[in-house]
């Protein structure tokens, strides 16, 4: 056995050498810059170089990082198609800044002029990117590994030895080694010609190819989107109608033809808290009972929503978001004349669900004089009241409920066409009952009793009966399945783009001047990675077993027998 020679690559080409031909083309399929020709630059010219640019990569990424940058405003400052009532608050607070904000469009962030500029020519810089670069991969995937260079010794990975084994011996060996470990690989001359790692090149381009399922999946669920919340008692019922929600809002392309047609009535609403504990409070079972139908025509179904376990009925989920209660209050006239008995739903002010809102009798009502008049009545409700604690409620269940009444009579404002929110009271035009002693009347009531309206105006009732109401959200987004699926793709082509190494092995095989054949092995990368040097060692010392080392005429038999296997150099600057 001879003594293996190992050698390391030049540190600068000679002069006149041609580089390392079409083994050292581009390990990817990033297109090559070409100097732009000044002097033959016309509209044709400066068209091609704008295209050029716009369709780099580098362009790609700084237009990803000014849509970002573009979407802070759309998250600090409010927007109109959310909630216009904090842009109407914003604009009375900076009489300054809104007219600017209005001109720049950052009060409608996510459908101006600018941002939506950047969003097409993103698209326009990713399409123009990876169509060419994906013909280009699939030419290589359908040729072949170009054939060794003249000289390995230029490549980053070499070490060379001696063999007795015939050249056609060490290139098949070569060839079979090579297709075992999964490379490309065909005889081309004198060698033998390898590539691997081509999944490198298509996580690139998933990569990018997922970013446009993204941005498209994006848009088009912004475009159609819908979303409405819809407060109902235990009960009641909702069809799926823009008129039967209390809040909507929805994409600038979406028509009320593509609301899902389905009804639901709330049968049931579930609460129980922890009672003892740092989790004092805290809900333990959430959950509606619902009996819901699809279609005009559909059957009735039951079915339990509790949090984060939406209905699903066609491309729209039905969430439950909140809970609170609706005190059965029945309000008499003097003559003792139901005027008006309903539930009053109550929104809550914390996490004991302390509750606020408004009874509101707006017909069917006369005084002691008989003129019609109009009630309200600003409610205060504790679930879990407290002795000496009339703030707040102590716990979210009903555990000693009791309503706070302050009464008042007038006109509510209802008459005027100006809209206004039944939770709250307009005490513009209204007139606070007064006691004996000239002070407001309000009273705190239990189940069951009764509060008087002084001169004989007549009496409100809190029911023995409370009943609970659940707030919905109905959302229809569609594309999030494309998004989610473009996502995943991005990240798993990302990983394969980072940690997958694309290279080339070359092996060639050749009667040298002595007679004796001469093994080379070479291995090129995309980058100076440390795999290359590493595997080629690997594959240089199995395929060394199979063609193993001839002894030099000078040197010593029993030497040649201690000679250790093959040793890769890589380049200067590259591990070991």
Known sequence: MSETKTSAPDSTPAAGDEDLGAAGSQLSTAPAEDAPNLPSLGVIGWARWFWRQLTSMRVALLLLLLLSLGAIPGSLIPQTGIDETKVAEFRKAHETLAPIYDKLGLFNVYSSVWFSAIYILLFVSLIGCIVPRTWQFVGQLRGRPPGAPKRLTRLPAYTTWRTDAEPEQVREAALALLKKRRFRAHLTGDAVAAEKGYLREVGNLAFHIALIVMLTAFAW?????????????????????????????????????????????????????????????????????????????????????????????????????????????????????????DAVPLLPLDGNVTSTGAIKVMDGYRNAKGEREQLGFQAFFLPTYVKGNELASQFPALLNPVINLEAYHGDLGVDAGIPQSVYQLNKKNLKGFKDAKGAQVRENLKPGESMKLPNGAGTVTFEKEIKEWAGFQVARQPGSGWALAGSLAAIFGLAASLFIQRRRVWVRAATGSDGVTVVEMAGLGRSESAKVPEELGDLAGILYEQAPGAPDAEDDPAESEASPDPQVVPAEGAEK
């Open 221 to 341: 669920g912004q475009l159609f989107k819908s979303e409405g919340n819809k407060l109902v008692v235990e009960g009641d019922g909702f069809s799926n109608t823009l008129t039967q929600y209390d809040d909507f809002k929805s994409g600038s392309l979406f028509t009320q033809d593509d609301l899902d047609p389905f009804s639901f009535n709330l049968k049931n609403f579930t609460g129980t808290y922890e009672a003892s504990g740092p989790n004092k409070g805290t809900p333990r079972i959430y959950k509606a009972d619902i009996s819901y139908s699809v279609g005009a025509d559909g059957k009735d179904e039951k079915t339990t929503i509790k949090v984060n376990e939406p209905l699903e009925i066609g491309d729209s989920k039905v969430y439950l978001v909140s809970h609170g209660y609706a005190p059965v209050i029945t309000i008499r006239d003097g003559k003792g004349n139901i005027v008006y008995r």
